[in-house]
């Protein structure tokens, strides 16, 4: 069997300086769940719906930048204030509110550590997404009281009529 000639090898070069560039080396498949987080969207309540307040958004923002979406974060009211720029009171309000609609998780009802909710909210492969959702069995996303009164008061836009006189302006012939 004839042995094939191989090709010449190949190189990067680099057009300024004429220098053989070395390849940089190839990106494994499996993600490390580094700088990407999946949101889930379709059947769950959109946040928009939930009359989130400020330090609410802020609270999920600061739990996804501290890893909160891969794993449970320890976090004190009156830490999360200091970062976010709100009372501990209001952190308090917005963590408890958070875990009551389903968008954070606690391990427990004494527990400091809150993750978001993996069924909204994963970090890292999807593998471990669907393992971490059966061992936890986290709650979908509820609207509540607050949510439901914000949707229900909101002001049905009426017809638009136009008057059948309309002053007119000196001088104005339509």
């Given amino acids: 069997m004839p042995t094939r000639k191989r090709g010449p090898n190949m190189a990067l070069v680099n057009m300024d300086t004429g220098e053989a560039v070395s390849a940089r080396p190839r990106t494994p498949h499996q993600f490390d769940g580094k700088g990407y987080t999946l949101q889930a969207v379709g ?43 709100a009372s501990k009171d209001t952190c308090r309000k917005a963590l408890n509110r958070l875990v009551k609609l389903g968008l954070v998780v606690k391990p427990g009802p004494r527990s400091g550590s809150y993750q978001l909710n993996p069924l909204r909210y994963w970090e890292g492969a999807g593998s471990t997404q669907v393992n971490a959702c059966r061992r936890m069995a986290p709650p979908r996303v509820a609207p509540d009281d607050k949510a439901m009164t914000r949707s229900a008061s909101k002001p049905k836009s009426a017809p638009k009529t136009i008057p059948a006189t309309r002053r007119r302006a000196a001088g104005e012939t339509r």
């Fill in 43 to 85: 059947s769950d309540v959109p946040l928009y719906s939930l009359g989130l307040a400020a330090a609410e958004w802020a609270t999920l923002e600061w739990l996804r930048e501290h890893g909160g979406a891969a794993g449970y974060v320890s976090v004190t009211p009156e830490e999360l204030g200091e970062d976010v720029g």
